[in-house]
């Protein structure tokens, strides 16, 4: 299993990035994916998820009517559309995929540093 993250950059605040996550090895079908995100001396926080059907969201509140996430199924890949960026949106963003039956197991991907200037 791999997942690999991208689109990460720096940006003025008000700015917008679109984060990719692509997986192999594993099916949406099976997995909820999202996005975590960590900056240095503080836990890593979720930020966005979507259930394996697409039929779930799941935003913190900081990032709700800013943030989109979204899937292509048929190409393994979640996106995070990140709109009206902030300056403590700063971090480095982790994507996710999480068994959604059975044994719980979870998968990420190596991160992809957002910086938001003011």
């Known amino acids: 299993v791999q997942l690999q993250a991208s689109g990460g950059g720096l940006v003025q605040a008000g700015g917008s990035l679109r984060l990719s996550c692509a997986a192999s090895?594993?099916?949406?079908?099976?997995?909820?994916v999202g996005w975590f995100r960590q900056v240095p001396g503080k836990k890593r926080e979720g930020v966005s998820c979507?259930?394996?059907?697409?039929?779930?969201?799941y935003y913190k509140d900081s990032v709700k009517g800013r943030f989109t996430i979204s899937t292509d199924n048929a190409k393994n890949m979640v996106y995070l559309q990140m709109n009206n960026l902030k300056p403590e949106d700063t971090a480095v963003y982790y994507c996710?995929?999480?068994?959604?039956?059975?044994?719980?197991?979870?998968?990420w991907g190596q991160g992809t540093q957002v910086t938001v200037s003011s």
């Open positions: 996710n995929a999480r068994t959604v039956t059975g044994l719980i197991v979870d998968y």
């Open positions: 090895g594993i099916s949406f079908d099976d997995y909820a």
């Open positions: 979507i259930s394996s059907n697409n039929d779930r969201t």
